[in-house]
């Protein structure tokens, strides 16, 4: 009974005083609010913010309607005098030293198998280029079975040795959980999946010295679920050659700030260091571009984070092989950013050809109509298949993560002028 009463009295004391603070806390609410009224500077706040949304709107709407006036324009395939086309005799055709390429999990089996059906049927049955399959694990009989069937060139199916592919055990794993739970804080998509972090890893810095890649010089990525809606009838390996890109993509988006807070810094750190590497006619403005959507360039630290869309991408893996980016990304891995933040291989591939080297080797494929969830790039191209919307993006609530148009605008004339 006295122990009753006790606890009674505690419970009171403890209601009456949880009363007080929450009386005097809303008291204080209140009169802050009343304030802030008063003094003007609620309607002030209120009214930046309104100015700001409604300027970035209108920037976005700008840029949106570039890009519909641009993808509109009928194209069919570079105006360049050099375009080579499908032989009729393939068993004499001398091929570019070049390979089709996934990074694929046997759980793909379906969707990979989607993807190679329009590679197929829009390229690649008329080229046969070889394909090579990477996987983290080794590839199972039913998954090499299934693919052979499907694809008309050579097929090479690979593992990938565990150093590379691992995260190295030099990784402080309490501040790799630290860093998560940040990352997770800010719905940085994939920051708790370890495989994920390898995988950008290994797409950053690792594939183009794998034993079977290091025998191709041009690469074509590929990933299970795309489609390829355009028929190409060139030999995209071969313009790539005769016109001197190193680096080929279809669409260009902002990235998740939260994910590259240090990827910028470090970078400027490597090239205080080793200015050499950097080309007179680097991509300066477009990487540091602040106009669309400027908190990000001001998280990521001077980076506007936009960047080439690597799931879709035709590069020379010389370039990657050169000392700079090896340098580069060798001092980039050395500060465990690949890990403490979540650092993806198409910022990574996007600063380092646009920085080591002329922008004018890197090229807009504007005539291949190409689709990754939930992104499209849909071209006026006569050779589509129909089933993309001529100058369709994505949902409109994603036009603001469309930063095609910077690179339109800072690319060079000759670049432009190709279609
Ligand atoms: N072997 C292997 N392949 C992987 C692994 N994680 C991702 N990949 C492959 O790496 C590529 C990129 O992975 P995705 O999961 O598509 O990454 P993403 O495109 O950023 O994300 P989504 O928007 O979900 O497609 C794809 O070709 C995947 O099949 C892995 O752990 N092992
Ligand atoms: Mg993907």
């Not at 802030?36 to 840029?63: A, C, N, R, W, Y």
């Not at 191709?216 to 990525?221: D, E, G, M």
Request: hydrophobic share 35%.
């Amino acid at each position: 009974m006295v122990s009753l009463t006790k606890r009674f009295t505690k419970l009171a004391i403890f209601g009456g005083l949880s009363f007080i603070l929450t009386a005097s806390g809303l008291w204080l609410y209140w009169d802050a609010i009343q304030y802030m009224m008063t003094s003007g500077k609620l309607p002030t706040l209120d009214f930046q913010f309104e100015e700001f949304m409604s300027k970035h709107d209108d920037i976005v709407d700008d840029m949106m309607t570039k890009y519909d006036k641009i993808m509109k324009m009928e194209v069919k395939e570079p105006s360049v005098g050099n375009l080579v086309y499908a032989p009729e005799n393939l068993a004499d055709y001398q091929r570019e030293n070049a390979t089709l390429l996934m990074l694929v999990r046997n759980k793909e089996l379906i969707t990979a198998l989607q993807a190679i059906e329009t590679v197929e049927s829009q390229f690649n049955h008329k080229f046969q280029y070889p394909y090579v399959f990477l996987n983290d694990k080794e590839f199972t009989d039913k998954f090499k079975k299934s693919i052979t069937e499907k694809v008309s060139g050579q097929v090479f199916f690979e593992t990938i040795d565990k150093e590379s592919w691992d995260r190295p055990d030099w990784i402080d794993s309490a501040k790799e959980s630290e860093r998560i739970k940040v990352m997770r804080k800010y719905n940085v998509g994939y920051a708790d999946k370890l495989s994920y972090h390898n995988m950008c890893r290994y797409y950053s810095r690792g594939f183009y010295n794998h034993p079977r890649l290091q025998q191709f010089k041009y690469y074509w990525r590929f990933e299970p679920g795309t489609h390829y809606h355009t028929s190409i009838d060139y030999d995209v390996f071969k313009f790539m050659s005769a016109n001197d890109k190193t680096y080929g993509f279809v669409i260009s988006l902002y990235d998740i700030e939260r994910s590259i807070e240090t990827l910028w810094p470090e970078t400027i750190k490597f090239i205080e260091q080793n200015p050499q590497f950097v080309d007179k006619n680097a991509a300066w403005d477009w990487l540091t571009e602040k106009k669309q959507n400027p908190q990000k360039t001001r998280i990521a630290n001077g980076y506007s984070t936009c960047h080439f869309w690597s799931n879709f991408e035709i590069g020379d893996m010389d370039f990657f092989r050169s000392e700079a980016y090896t340098k580069w990304v060798d001092h980039l891995d050395a500060t465990g950013g690949f890990y403490y933040e979540r650092w993806g291989d198409a910022p990574v591939h996007s600063i380092g050809v646009t920085l080591f080297q002329d922008r004018s080797k890197v090229h807009w494929f504007r005539d291949i109509g190409y689709y990754h969830a939930p992104y499209y790039q849909c071209p006026n191209n006569p050779q589509a298949d129909g089933k993309c919307k001529v100058g369709k993006f994505s949902f409109p609530n994603l036009s603001d993560q469309n930063c095609l148009i910077n690179w339109i605008e800072m690319a060079t004339d000759n670049e432009l002028n190709m279609y």
